[in-house]
């Protein structure tokens, strides 16, 4: 009887667990995810040393280097994000990531999020090395909203409503999980959501 009521118990917890992770996770009428809840990492795996702190219905990383890598992995989708960054942050949303616990430009598309950036044609809106902005935007102090689209090789990105900041094609990286990075200056997230297409 004892043993039965554990295994029941056991069941319950379990069932629960379940239950909170698709509310927490859970789609929105417009067919969106909200990948961020401000309140926890749930559905999140930390990456380097970067501090992430957590709350107010925002994520914040503000001490270089690291990740927040999603558990889950993503093929075709459109990402909605509002994000802040200072003019001289440095981060990025990264997408279709090879490897969840080595993540870089050379394995992942990577969104950038950096107005400084040496060579401004991939700065704040740009898909690294696939492509370019011109003119470049700027979206230090304030909050912005980004979308991108990653629909087979094709990839665009807009900010703020601007239609195609970067559009590009590139076959490398078919499927994979997304990462926010924090590599210098503070960025806060208050919304990230996913649509799979």
Wanted: net charge neutral.
């Amino acid at each position: 009887m004892k043993l039965a009521l554990k295994h029941i118990a056991s069941a319950l917890l379990c069932l629960q667990a379940l239950v909170f992770s698709n509310l927490t996770h859970a789609q929105n009428s417009d067919g969106f995810v909200d990948l961020i809840d401000g309140v926890s990492l749930n559905g999140w795996n930390i990456v380097g040393n970067a501090s992430w702190v957590i709350g107010n219905g925002l994520v914040e990383g503000n001490k270089p280097n690291g990740f927040l890598v999603s558990i889950k992995s993503y093929q075709n989708f459109i990402i909605r994000a509002e994000f802040w960054a200072e003019s001289n942050t440095n981060s990025g949303i990264f997408i279709r990531c090879q490897d969840p616990n080595k993540i870089s430009a050379a394995n992942c598309y990577e969104v950038n999020i950096w107005d400084t950036r040496p060579e401004q044609a991939y700065a704040t809106g740009a898909i690294v090395d696939v492509a370019k902005v011109d003119p470049v935007p700027k979206a230090g102090g304030r909050w912005n909203t980004m979308e991108i689209v990653a629909n087979g090789s094709h990839f665009k990105v807009s900010l703020n409503g601007e239609v195609s900041v970067a559009d590009g094609q590139d076959s490398k990286f078919a499927k994979g999980p997304i990462a926010l990075q924090s590599a210098g200056g503070v960025v806060k997230f208050k919304k990230v959501q996913v649509k799979e297409l």
